[in-house]
């Protein structure tokens, strides 16, 4: 992850690739066609916390609490909260930042994207998924996407809310 990095919203007209490099590993990158932008990784097996990185920094995604279906978002090794994230049914959270912001995160049901939106439903990111012999998914995002530049962190809690939705699908929540 480089010193001079382009803002993620000048990434709208390339295609950017979300991978899971090691079969089995709890580690995602997300690519454009020459550089690693961004990493997910949850730092045990059994692990529902979430690193994520981006150039410096680091942010921690979590449960509020183990009962509830409030996650958190905070800069890592702090106690200072980036966003709340309220997990609602019907394959749709809710992203909440402390100054009032919200966006839409719309779970796609089998092939169909993942798509952050803003709270007035104007897409902002689309993550496909693409099956082959390394499933990855192909990651656009739309011009009008200002809001990655200052919450880097919301592509990465989107395929996160989407992990957890299939865990809990497939009985492994």
């Not at 995604?61 to 978002?73: S, Y």
């Not at 959270?93 to 995160?105: C, H, T």
């Not at 998924?129 to 996407?145: L, Q, R």
Request: charged share 25%.
């Amino acid at each position: 992850m480089g010193d001079a990095m382009k803002n993620l919203s000048e990434y709208y007209s390339e295609t950017l690739r979300l991978t899971r490099p090691r079969i089995g590993g709890k580690y995602y990158e997300l690519r454009s066609e020459n550089e690693l932008l961004c990493t997910m990784q949850f730092p045990g097996f059994f692990s529902r916390t979430a690193i994520v990185n981006y150039n410096e920094h680091r942010w921690t995604i979590h449960k509020e609490k183990w009962w509830n279906r409030t996650l958190i978002v905070s800069e890592h090794f702090n106690e200072i909260i980036c966003a709340k994230v309220y997990l609602k049914f019907f394959r749709r959270s809710i992203v909440e930042l402390p100054k009032g912001e919200r966006y839409i995160v719309n779970s796609g049901l089998f092939r169909n994207p993942t798509i952050i939106e803003s709270d007035l439903g104007n897409p902002l990111v689309f993550i496909k998924p693409k099956f082959g012999f390394v499933k990855h998914c192909d990651v656009n995002i739309e011009h009008t996407a200002k809001a990655l530049d200052e919450n880097q962190w919301l592509i990465m809690l989107a395929w996160y809310i989407e992990l957890r939705r299939r865990n809990a699908q497939a009985g492994t929540h």
